[in-house]
Nanobody, 122 residues
């Protein structure tokens, strides 16, 4: 079964850091662009970052630019999201998903994982 599994979510205080992992199971992640998304309570899911299959392209939504870093290790079949200077508004369930390229449209992504909870609170 082809799927992505997210991990690394936790409860942290504002200003803290977390590193999320997205591991592919049943397929090689190296052929795909990987996007990170998040959904806060009562809000729509938003796309926050994406990395191309070769790491030659990355993008970030404005609210996380300068604080979050996306990277990948294709040998480990894993994509990471390093999150620094976390804010309460970063509280959400974080998901990863795969696509041929870094599309803006969420409908173009597949192999969605179950998500990992990030809570930022003092």
């Amino acid at each position: 079964q082809k799927q992505l599994v997210e991990s690394g979510g936790d409860s942290v205080q504002p200003g803290g850091s977390l590193r999320l992992s997205c591991v592919a199971s049943g397929f090689s992640l190296s052929y795909y662009a990987i996007g990170w998304f998040r959904q806060a309570p009562g809000k729509e899911r938003e796309r926050i970052s994406c990395i191309s299959h070769s790491s030659g392209y990355t993008d970030y939504t404005d609210s996380v630019k300068g604080r979050f870093t996306i990277s990948r290790d294709n040998a480990k079949n894993t994509v990471y999201l390093q999150m620094n200077i976390l804010k309460p508004e970063d509280t959400a369930v974080y998901y990863c998903a795969a696509a041929a390229v870094c599309y803006n449209e969420q409908d173009e992504y597949g192999f969605w994982g179950q998500g990992t909870q990030v809570t930022v609170s003092s």
